[in-house]
C-alpha cells in the first residue's frame, strides 16, 4: 500500500490534468480511504507491523515503506558508517526542481539517528546544525552518510551529509546533530504510555 500511495502522491503533485479529472480522483481517494478508517490505532498504540525493539517502524516518514510520505530512504552500516540511498520526488520540491531545506534536514535527522542507535548509543535528537551548501536536486539518485565523531556520557555527536550517488565526494548537505540517551525516568515521562500498551 505505501508503494500505491506514494505514487497517488507524486502524481497527485506533478498532475497537468484538467480539473474535472482532478476531482474525479479526488473523490475516489474519499472512497479508497474511509475504509482505512474504520478501524485505527490510537496515539500511544504501536503499528501492529512495528518492532519498536527490534527497530521497525513501517510508517517512518523517512524509511517507512508503508508510509506515503517517505522516499522512502533505504539505510545499512558499513564498519562505522551508516549509508542512506533514496530519491526526492515533485511532493519534496523547495525552490523550483530542488528538495525543500526542511526536508534535507529530516533525512539528515534520521541518518544520524541511525548512526548512533546501530552504534548501540540510543538517543533522541537536541540538536541538529546544518549546512546547506549546494541545492539537493529532485528526481536523482542520492546518498547520505552518517557516522559518531564524539561519545561524551549520554551525550553523542555524530556528522552526516548528502551527496548524489555520482558525485559522492561533493556535499550538498552537510549536518551535525547531538543526540542524548534518556535517563530511565524520562524515557517512562515520555514513552510510558505507549510502553505499557505495546508490552
Ligand atoms: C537496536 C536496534 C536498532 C534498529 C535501528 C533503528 C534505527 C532507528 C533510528 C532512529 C532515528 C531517529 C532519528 C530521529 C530522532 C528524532 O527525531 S528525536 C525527536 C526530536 N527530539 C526531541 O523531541 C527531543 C526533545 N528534547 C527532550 O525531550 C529533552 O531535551 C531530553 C532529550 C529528554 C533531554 O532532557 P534535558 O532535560 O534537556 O537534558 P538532560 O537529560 O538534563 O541532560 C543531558 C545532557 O544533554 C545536554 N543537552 C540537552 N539538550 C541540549 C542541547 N539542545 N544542546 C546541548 N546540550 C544539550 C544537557 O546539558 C546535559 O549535559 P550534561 O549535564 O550531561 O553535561
Redesign the pocket.
Known amino acids: 500500500m505505501g508503494e500505491a500511495l506514494r505514487l497517488l502522491i507524486e502524481n497527485a503533485t506533478a498532475t497537468e490534468m484538467p480539473t474535472e479529472h482532478i476531482l474525479r480522483a479526488a473523490e475516489l481517494i474519499r472512497q479508497a480511504a474511509a475504509p482505512l478508517g474504520e478501524h485505527r490505532r490510537g496515539r500511544f498504540d504501536t503499528a501492529s507491523a512495528d518492532d519498536l525493539?527490534?527497530?521497525i517502524?513501517l510508517y517512518n516518514p523517512v524509511t517507512g515503506e508503508g508510509s506515503a510520505f517517505a522516499p522512502p530512504v533505504d539505510m545499512h552500516r558499513e564498519g562505522d558508517l551508516a549509508i542512506g540511498t533514496c530519491t526526492l520526488g515533485r511532493a519534496f520540491e523547495g525552490p523550483p526542481s530542488f528538495a525543500h531545506g526542511g526536508v534535507s534536514a529530516m533525512l539528515l535527522?534520521?541518518m544520524?539517528?541511525?548512526a548512533v542507535?546501530?552504534a548501540?548509543h540510543?538517543?533522541?535528537?537536541?540538536?541538529l546544525d546544518t549546512v546547506y551548501r549546494s541545492p539537493v536536486p529532485l528526481y536523482t539518485p542520492l546518498r547520505m552518510t552518517a557516522s559518531i565523531t564524539e561519545v561524551?556520557?549520554?551525550?553523542v555527536t555524530a556528522t552526516g551529509a548528502i551527496t548524489t550517488t555520482t558525485a559522492p565526494t561533493t556535499a550538498l548537505v552537510e549536518a551535525t546533530g547531538?543526540?542524548?540517551a534518556?535517563?530511565s525516568d524520562?524515557a517512562k515521562r515520555?514513552f510510558g504510555p505507549v510502553l505499557d500498551r505495546s508490552a
Open positions: 525493539l527490534g527497530g517502524r535527522d534520521q544520524l539517528g541511525y542507535t546501530t548501540g540510543p538517543g533522541m535528537t537536541v540538536r561524551n556520557g549520554r551525550r547531538l543526540f542524548v534518556l535517563r524520562q515520555l
